[in-house]
């Protein structure tokens, strides 16, 4: 049986999410079909009940199992003479690094500019919810979060040199062939591009270049997924 | 025959340079002896001659090899029944990114928080070059690079919040052992311990407990350099 795949639904069938963007390409690299299940926010519990606050869930062979990280580590585990998402245990150690990195400095860096093009996207049900959870968290109405944003885009992409010095000299931060460092990262890129027309990179950025590499695989599963560029 | 092993050399025989820690350690990981030779800045050029314009370089089976990250590669395919420095290439590939993030995040942090302190440690005949040369990298005084730095050690430390939620959840970047990922960082920092009083970091940052552990391998290896804490 296909392993079903809970992932954030938006409005127009936009999956912006970039938790679930690192399951959906992990399963994928993995080669495993499954049954995509679009969730809005506040559904989420009807799902994973009060075992689960968040998505992506996966099911796979009576079991749920939730957090972006730990899903690959089980699916790395069950699933260990698929090509491998980590590369061993040092690679998986490095991987916790990126994501350490990807969670503090590129998720800020990408909400600051397109936040209100998130609640812009999220389905009817959900945007009461989002605007007063993210006002809250961000301690300001969306609109001035996102406000100037053609001022500070320059300096996020500054934020993203350690990306760019590393992708200018391999195609993918997992060397020859992606693992699940660059899905991690993508993530972050894809949610505002799925999201948002603001462009947050130059097309002659390296960085721009390997999130296009990362969005051609399989079968272009980034790159066709409904975004604005 | 023991490699030789070209270590960059400070006054009172301080041994400052974050690269040639980066590849001491990697030598020490792979529990090789080495005959250590400091040199001075302007001593370069009569080891390595036109082929070679820093340190790290070690010489090896009558082979000598500059740059600290192509040592780590040279180490790891010439000894590879020793204990291995990056777990794969997909571990190689993502010491790249740490790589990155070290040289383009932590190393000018670091250098604009002690940079006056580093001159001051340089052996005499380098004096006149390491001022001349940073000043025109900076484009000010020395004095004035590391003024207000009070003020300033906050960010740094906040810079570094991706390695701190790593090393939170696991004892090396390598994961339960260390690898050269950890040696990348760790140069970094033991850079300023080396000749500088100046704390970077507070003793209950978890970075500077991971910078502790590092330092204890190899019968403490970086804890034993002269240094100021």
């Not at 919810?129 to 996102?146: C, H, N, T, W």
Request: glycine share 10%; hydrophobic share 40%.
């Amino acid at each position: 049986m296909a392993i079903v795949f809970y992932d954030l639904m938006g409005r127009d069938g936009r999956n912006f999410s970039p938790y679930c963007w690192r399951t959906r390409l992990s399963l994928a690299h993995k080669g495993l079909d499954f049954d995509h299940r679009g969730t809005a926010f506040t559904e989420i519990k009807e799902v994973g009940g009060e075992n689960f606050r968040t998505v992506p869930i996966i099911e796979d062979d009576g079991h749920m199992i939730g957090d972006s990280f730990a899903i690959a580590e089980y699916l790395e585990d069950k699933y260990p003479d698929r090509p491998s998402l980590f590369g061993g245990d040092m690679g998986l150690a490095l991987c916790k690094f990126v994501h350490s990195w990807t969670n503090s400095v590129v998720h800020p860096g990408v909400a600051n500019l397109v936040l209100l093009d998130i609640y812009n996207h999220v389905c009817d049900q959900d945007r009461d919810y989002i605007r007063a959870s993210r006002e809250k968290i961000f301690g300001m109405p969306l609109e001035d979060v996102q406000a100037g944003r053609e001022d500070r885009v320059e300096s996020f992409r500054a934020s993203l040199h350690p990306l760019r010095l590393t992708v200018r000299g391999q195609e993918f931060l997992g060397g020859e062939r992606s693992n699940y460092a660059d899905y991690i990262v993508f993530g972050a890129l894809q949610w505002a591009r799925t999201i948002s027309d603001f462009r947050l990179l130059t097309d002659d950025d390296p960085v721009f270049a390997w999130f296009k590499r990362v969005g051609d695989l399989f079968d272009g599963m980034g790159r066709e997924a409904p975004g604005y560029y």
